[in-house]
């Protein structure tokens, strides 16, 4: 396995607490690291480097994917220090520290029968261009700690009784012009989007076989926006939580009336509605959220 480290460092990668592999570097730069043991699809690697007079680094955990199964492409992940790591995409990626992580262009088109799952302690960009497609009982979910920014034409795609969840604990939730879909036939086929912050979901497609729930603990910018809920009982449904911001709605297009809980400002497109009103009151809201800055 290749790993990504700075100069003069000494690597360790473990799997269950056992060391199955060690290595070191003369200069800054990605270093191979053979393992003395077999891994199996599903295992867990644990990386760690230090460096002279430095402390250790924080954990990295790779998930080893199955001879053919979907990864590849590039995942940035900024240490502390500053120096970058790369490692390949795998479905499941989770870290506990507050390390910014960036799924790369290169990653391109994902195609996957089993969950997409992105939990960090930092902020999660996901590039432009860059597609998951997940099909079966299979969920797509991003959930990070400060901001989730998706890039222009990234689109997530879920085909069966699934969900797509993005999750930001502590930041905001930014998906320009992007594109969430989840469609099967049972009641879990819902896009859940809910940011501590700001949610700026502008000239994004979202729809959902079920409910579209969305939620912000200050501002919501849809504008330009299509949501669609298709199920004849499901909802639209915008929350702000404590209610002191706007929902900004001018442009957006629903396919049923939507419901809000905080102040809606705004216009929406053609006659549809939200809480049975087309044209709400013109606001001033704060400057939509900055996407995080990707290595």
């Known amino acids: 396995m290749n790993v990504s480290v700075e100069a003069n460092a000494s690597i360790t990668v473990k799997r269950s607490g056992v060391v199955i592999g060690t290595g070191s570097s003369t200069t800054a730069g990605t270093y191979a690291v053979t393992l003395n043991a077999a891994v199996i699809a599903g295992d867990i690697l644990n990386v760690t480097a230090i460096a002279a007079g430095k402390s250790i680094s924080p954990v990295n955990s790779i998930t080893v994917l199955a001879a053919g199964a979907a990864g590849g492409g590039a995942v940035v992940i900024v240490n502390p220090d500053g120096s970058t790591e790369t490692v390949p995409f795998q479905n499941t990626l989770t870290t506990s520290t507050t390390d910014p992580v960036t799924i790369t262009s290169s990653v391109g088109v994902v195609e996957a029968t089993t969950d997409i799952n992105i939990s960090v302690g930092g902020p999660i960009t996901v590039q432009d261009g860059v597609e998951f497609n997940v099909t079966g009982n299979n969920n ?11 890039g222009e034409d990234v689109s997530f795609t879920t085909n069966g009784n699934s969900a797509i969840d993005l999750v930001s604990s502590g930041g905001n939730i930014i998906l320009r012009n992007a594109n969430l879909v989840s469609s099967g036939s049972s009641s879990h086929v819902d896009v859940v989007i809910n940011a501590n912050k700001d949610v700026d979901i502008s000239g994004a497609t979202i729809e959902a076989e ?7 603990g200050r501002d919501i910018y849809a504008q330009n926006t299509i949501i669609n809920s298709l199920h004849s009982g499901s909802v639209i449904s915008f929350t702000l939580n404590p209610t002191g911001g706007s929902i900004l709605v001018t ?15 705004g216009t929406l497109a053609q006659s549809d509605t939200i809480n049975n009103i087309h044209t709400h009151n013109a606001c001033s809201p704060s400057p939509a959220p900055t996407p995080t800055p990707s290595p």
Do not use: F, W
């Open 251 to 265: 442009g957006l297009n629903l396919n049923k009336n939507g419901t809000a809980t905080g102040r809606v400002c």
């Open 140 to 150: 797509i979910s991003l959930v990070a700690a400060e901001d989730i920014t998706l």
């Open 210 to 216: 079920r409910d579209v729930l969305i939620t912000a």
